[in-house]
């Protein structure tokens, strides 16, 4: 039995003859390894809106090295009969990626899971002002929206003449807003973001102001 702990461990032996002759001391050494290696993606899981490469690294520390990961793209549990790891990973679909490593000692980590959304397509949504209404006498309005996506509604932007835009803010289903100055039709452009970031198409409404 080698001594308790990790690391390079040196067993002594010696030998003694019919004539109580005894050898020199020889050594050996191996090195102790029970700890299992440690793999991390990069990119780590999450949602993106263009084509994902992924990253396998492996890290043993101080033990005897990594010697293969394995890995899944199909969402199934990958053994040592699995794809093996060389090169970087590309999702191009939404993919689950499992995977593991093994180490020169035969240690093998537990499967870890990423789970990578792909996601291209921009959000749908509406607005109105003040439900749909035709005339207003103040400048002040409620904006009524909507947006719908795969994968979430992030963020929404504004605009009076689709030029300047407001700071893109969390998505809410109404918003106070403020038309531009002077009577006559207005026009609120909106804009939507996805959880992938993929920005929506121009969504606009118009009210007719009449201060007189």
Known sequence: NLTSGDGTKTVYAKFKDGANNWS?????????????PS????PVEGVYNTVTVVTLTCNDGAGSGCDKIYYTTAGSTPTTSSNIYYSTISVSVTTTLKYFAVDLAGNSESVKTQLYTIDTISPTGSISINGGAIY???????????CSDSSGCSQMQFSNDNTNWSTPESYASTK?????TGGGTKTVYVKFKDGASNWSLLYSAAIFVDRV
């Open 39 to 42: 793999t991390n993606a990069s």
């Open 136 to 146: 207003t006498n103040t400048a002040n309005v409620t904006l009524p929206l909507s």
């Open 24 to 36: 020199d001391v020889w050594p050996e050494m191996i090195v102790l390894d029970t700890t299992a």
């Open 176 to 180: 106070a807003w403020t038309l531009a």
